[in-house]
């Protein structure tokens, strides 16, 4: 006797909506457990981590700046990933995003206003999008895997961002300390409101979900992708190249990241220093898959995980848990996503082995 999946003749919707909600139930249920055997109370830890974000209002500008630029990266993300393109390496596209704008404010000098955070905001896209091409020309070109190579070209930006703001663009009056210059006010995105810290970045964040999903489901491009992503052979018969959906999807991956790199430089931090990585590009991967590769589903699932950033810190100052416990809740609540995504488009069936039929009997 033996356990063999099958696969389902279609995957149920409902329980493509009802898993997401589970996973992150079940996350916090676990966590309970576990942090009460550590001896900590494991009810309040779930719950500043899960709930007293959104219960304090003062807390809700933490979670929009953090949810921003992960819903902006998890959407170019959910493009390659429904077309099967795997870009594993947004991170280091949002910081050369965030690099290039900064070289156009730092080539502005004193001068700022529309145009010239504009231009910095575009650069962002662009050379996010080109540092996302490079796996893509390696993929079509010389069919090398792009989980690989984009995951490698991460590490190339981290040491980009080293030389730069560590060598020719560090503040030389930043007391030797590795950081490029404080950008002027003139040259920062303008807040939302007045006496908050949101700006104009988390206003982007909310409409492009919307803006991706009319992409994704009423033109052809979208249609392109979802067919390239589940039938191959129906998309070559059908006049779809799968090489341009490849370069088309990391191009839009990459300039998503670098978009949100250079909203997070010009609108949240002002400056880059040598912490600027911030495993937003990383946790994307798990707000996409959280959001089942759906723009609206990334927009919540964003929010979702900006919350257990923003808990998480609380929680570190009222039970005392070490800094990695968001990351240790956002990597559960992937592993539950995608174990509950084998049994809703397969089903376990016993399979027990007939009896040999012995000659005489």
Request: hydrophobic share 55%.
């Amino acid at each position: 006797m033996r356990i063999k999946l099958e696969r389902r003749p279609s995957p149920s919707r409902t329980m493509l909506v009802v898993t997401p909600i589970a996973s992150v139930i079940v996350t916090m249920l676990i966590g309970m457990v576990v942090f009460d055997l550590m001896g900590i109370d494991g009810t309040r830890a779930v719950k500043d981590i899960f709930l007293t974000p959104l219960l304090l209002s003062y807390k809700w500008q933490d979670v929009a700046l953090k949810a921003a630029p992960l819903i902006i990266i998890a959407l170019g993300l959910s493009v390659g990933n429904r077309a099967q393109v795997w870009n594993i390496g947004a991170e280091g596209q949002y910081i050369v995003g965030a690099l290039a704008a900064a070289g156009i404010g730092i080539a502005a000098g004193t001068a700022g206003g529309f145009f010239v955070i504009l231009a910095m905001v575009l650069a962002g896209i662009l050379f996010g999008a080109l540092y996302a091409l490079i796996p893509a020309v390696l993929k079509t070109r010389w069919d090398v895997n792009e989980i690989l190579s984009s995951l490698m070209l991460t590490y190339v930006s981290y040491q980009i961002l080293g030389f730069l703001v560590g060598g020719p663009w560090k503040d030389p009056n930043g007391r030797n300390f590795p950081a490029t210059a404080p950008l002027a006010e003139n040259q920062s995105l303008p807040l939302l409101f007045s006496g908050s810290t949101v700006h104009l970045g988390v206003l982007i964040a909310l409409i492009l979900p919307f803006v991706f999903w009319v992409m994704m489901s009423r033109s052809v491009f979208g249609y392109q992708v979802r067919v390239v992503g589940s039938a191959p052979q129906a998309a070559r018969h059908g006049g779809f190249d799968a090489k341009q959906t490849v370069w088309i999807a990391m191009l839009i991956g990459g300039g998503m990241a670098g978009l949100a790199g250079a909203l997070e430089f010009t609108g949240a931090l002002k400056a880059i220093n040598l912490g600027f990585p911030s495993g937003y590009g990383f946790t994307a991967i798990i707000v996409a898959f959280l959001g089942r590769l759906h723009p609206i589903g990334c927009l919540i699932a964003g929010i979702v995980l900006a919350v257990t950033y923003v808990g998480g810190q609380v929680a570190q100052t009222s039970v005392h848990i070490p800094n990695s416990t968001a990351g240790i809740f956002q990597a559960m609540m992937l592993f539950f996503i995608l174990a509950s995504d084998i049994l809703i488009r397969y089903r376990l069936r016993i399979v027990t082995a007939a009896k040999p039929v012995v000659a005489g009997e």
